[in-house]
C-alpha cells in the first residue's frame, strides 16, 4: 500500500466512523474537511472503497429514497451506494489512530491526523503534536544553515522566497508549542482549565477546545459530477 492510498483510507475510515455516507458525500467531505484531499477524484476514491469493502472493513448497502432523490442529479440513474463502517473497520480505525510513527506526523499525513484528534487519545495526541514539533524544528534549523550559507549568493527575490517559507515553519512550531502546552494543562485554547462540562476525556478521546474536523479552514470547491 503506497502512503497516499494509506493516508486516503484512514480517512475515508474516520468520516464513516462518523456516519455512513455514499461515494459523493465522502468526497465532499474529503475535499472541504481534509484539505490534502482537495485533488483527487472519483477515480481515486473508489478503488479505495472497494478495498475497504474487500477488507471486510465497511459494508455496502442501498441508498434509502431521501439520499437517492439528492444525488439523483448527480448520479444519473444509478442507484447510489451507502457505506457503512463494521465492527472489524471500526478496530482497524482506532488501531491506525493509535499510530504514533513518523508517518503520523508527516507533512502530508498530520493534517488528516490532525483532523481526526477529536476521536483520538489524549496521550496519542501528544505524541503526534511532539513529533511534528520535533521533524519541523530539524526543518528550521536546516533552513536556517543554508539560509547563512548561500545568502550572498541569492539575489533578492530568492532571498525573500527562503524568509517566507522559514516564517511559515516558525509560525507552525508557534502553534503547536501552543496546542502542546494546553494539552498538558488540561485545558482548552482559550486557556480554561478542565472541568465539569469541559472535563476532557482522555478514553473517548474528547478535545475539549481544541480544533475538529469540521474547524478546518474549508476551501470553495465546485462540486463534480459523479461518473
Known amino acids: 500500500m503506497s502512503r497516499r492510498s494509506?493516508?486516503?483510507?484512514?480517512?475515508?475510515?474516520?468520516?464513516l466512523r462518523e456516519s455512513p455516507m455514499h461515494g459523493y458525500e465522502l468526497r465532499k467531505r474529503l475535499n472541504t474537511s481534509l484539505g490534502v484531499f482537495r485533488a483527487f477524484s472519483y477515480g481515486t476514491l473508489y478503488p479505495?472503497?472497494?478495498?475497504?469493502?474487500?477488507n471486510g472493513w465497511l459494508i455496502?448497502?442501498?441508498?434509502?429514497?431521501?439520499?437517492?432523490?439528492?444525488?439523483?442529479?448527480?448520479?444519473?440513474?444509478?442507484?447510489?451506494?451507502?457505506?457503512?463502517l463494521t465492527a472489524e473497520g471500526k478496530e482497524h480505525f482506532e488501531e491506525l489512530l493509535s499510530q504514533t510513527g513518523p508517518d503520523a506526523y508527516e507533512d502530508?499525513?498530520?493534517?488528516?491526523?490532525?483532523?481526526?484528534?477529536?476521536?483520538?487519545?489524549?496521550d496519542v495526541r501528544m505524541r503526534v503534536l511532539e513529533g511534528r514539533r520535533s521533524r519541523l524544528e530539524e526543518r528550521l534549523e536546516k533552513m536556517r544553515a543554508s539560509l547563512a550559507r548561500t545568502r550572498e549568493r541569492l539575489d533578492d527575490y530568492t532571498l525573500e522566497l527562503q524568509r517566507h517559507g522559514m516564517e511559515s515553519v516558525e509560525r507552525e512550531v508557534r502553534w503547536l508549542n501552543e496546542?502542546?502546552?494546553?494539552?498538558?494543562?488540561?485545558?482548552?485554547?482559550?486557556?480554561?482549565?478542565?472541568?465539569?462540562?469541559?472535563?476532557?476525556?482522555?478514553?473517548t478521546g474528547s478535545t475539549g477546545g481544541l480544533p475538529r474536523p469540521?474547524?478546518?479552514p474549508r476551501t470553495d470547491t465546485p462540486d463534480d459530477t459523479a461518473t
Open 6 to 15: 494509506g493516508i486516503l483510507e484512514f480517512a475515508v475510515l474516520g468520516l
Open 179 to 203: 496546542l502542546i502546552e494546553s494539552e498538558r494543562a488540561g485545558r482548552d485554547l482559550r486557556g480554561s482549565e478542565s472541568g465539569g462540562s469541559a472535563q476532557q476525556d482522555t478514553t
Open 60 to 84: 455496502e448497502e442501498p441508498g434509502n429514497t431521501h439520499d437517492d432523490a439528492l444525488a439523483a442529479p448527480l448520479a444519473g440513474r444509478r442507484a447510489k451506494i451507502v457505506y457503512r
Open 108 to 122: 502530508e499525513h498530520f493534517a488528516a491526523r490532525f483532523a481526526f484528534f477529536g476521536q483520538t487519545s489524549r
Open 214 to 216: 469540521g474547524d478546518t
Open 48 to 54: 479505495c472503497l472497494k478495498t475497504l469493502v474487500a
